[in-house]
């Protein structure tokens, strides 16, 4: 594997978690969010990938080699679980009942998803700093 297949492979990981983590913080923004333009409480969002070879000289080598991946996002889907029910009759949105419709999101899972994202987020950022100290090390060595 060359160093720019590294550089490519992180950067296309880094892409999909910043992605992750924009997703993420739309999800903790919009915890509270009871009415949307499209109708409705704020449904939550989550984040599919996929590995990929990034261009066709890339795959043509990967078959032949057997060689690494990107990554890259394939989709942002809602979530199709029924919204949770909070009794609250003085709330705007509260219904005929008294209950008001509020995301089915749970704040400590997003948490938990936002600190493994930015986890693998850092893991990339140093698997290109490292890879960048190889090849100056090997700079060096020319020398």
Request: net charge positive.
């Amino acid at each position: 594997m060359d160093i720019l297949n590294i550089f490519r492979i992180s950067s296309s990981a880094l892409q999909a978690q910043s992605i992750r983590l924009n997703t993420i913080s739309s999800n903790l923004a919009n915890v509270e969010t009871t009415s949307t333009p499209e109708g409705g409480p704020y449904k939550k969002k989550s984040v599919y990938f996929q590995s990929t070879p990034t261009t066709f000289q890339e795959q043509l080598e990967g078959n032949m080699k057997n060689g690494a991946q990107g990554v890259k996002v394939t989709g942002i889907t809602e979530d199709k679980t029924p919204p949770r029910k909070v009794y609250n009759p003085s709330h705007p949105d509260a219904k005929v009942d008294g209950y008001v419709e509020m995301p089915n999101i749970n704040v400590l899972e997003e948490m938990v998803d936002m600190m493994s994202a930015t986890r693998s987020y850092q893991a990339n950022v140093t698997s290109i700093k490292m890879a960048k100290r190889m090849a100056m090390k090997a700079l060096e060595i020319g020398r």
